[in-house]
């Protein structure tokens, strides 16, 4: 298989799994008992951190290595999952959202992808 086919596969799967995300973790919050207005404020701290995060990879991306973000960046968003899939408040869950850079919103613009242009 060419390099440029694993890539867009790779651009597919990645693509499939972040558009889930946004579906699941709604009907997860709404399962949970949420509201949708505290729904909204979970994808909204995790878009936040998202956010921060490429501030911060484009900041610090050079001097810490890009790889070495890209691995912390990963642990963080599995970590974040974790809890959000296993929690049940609002403050924990975005907290984790946010420290997780949650994208509920079916787009792909997080650090993880910024960085590596």
């Given at each position: 298989?060419?390099d440029?086919?694993?890539?867009?596969?790779?651009?597919?799967?990645?693509a499939?799994a972040?558009?889930m995300v946004?579906v699941?973790v709604?009907?997860?919050?709404?399962?949970?008992?949420?509201?949708?207005?505290?729904?909204?404020?979970?994808?909204g701290?995790?878009?936040?951190?998202?956010?921060?995060?490429?501030?911060?990879?484009?900041?610090?991306?050079?001097?810490?290595?890009?790889?070495?973000?890209?691995?912390?960046?990963?642990?963080?968003?599995a970590l974040?999952?974790?809890?959000?899939?296993?929690?049940?408040?609002?403050?924990?869950?975005?907290?984790?959202?946010?420290?997780?850079?949650?994208?509920?919103?079916?787009a792909?613009?997080?650090?993880?992808?910024?960085?590596i242009?």
């Amino acid at each position: 298989m060419s390099d440029r086919r694993i890539l867009y596969c790779g651009a597919f799967v990645r693509a499939f799994a972040v558009g889930m995300v946004s579906v699941v973790v709604g009907l997860h919050l709404a399962t949970l008992g949420f509201e949708p207005g505290r729904i909204g404020s979970v994808v909204g701290a995790g878009l936040l951190g998202g956010a921060l995060a490429a501030i911060l990879t484009t900041w610090c991306g050079d001097r810490a290595g890009r790889r070495r973000v890209l691995v912390v960046l990963a642990l963080a968003s599995a970590l974040g999952g974790v809890v959000i899939t296993f929690g049940s408040s609002l403050v924990v869950v975005g907290t984790a959202a946010f420290l997780g850079m949650l994208n509920g919103m079916d787009a792909i613009a997080a650090p993880r992808s910024s960085s590596i242009r």
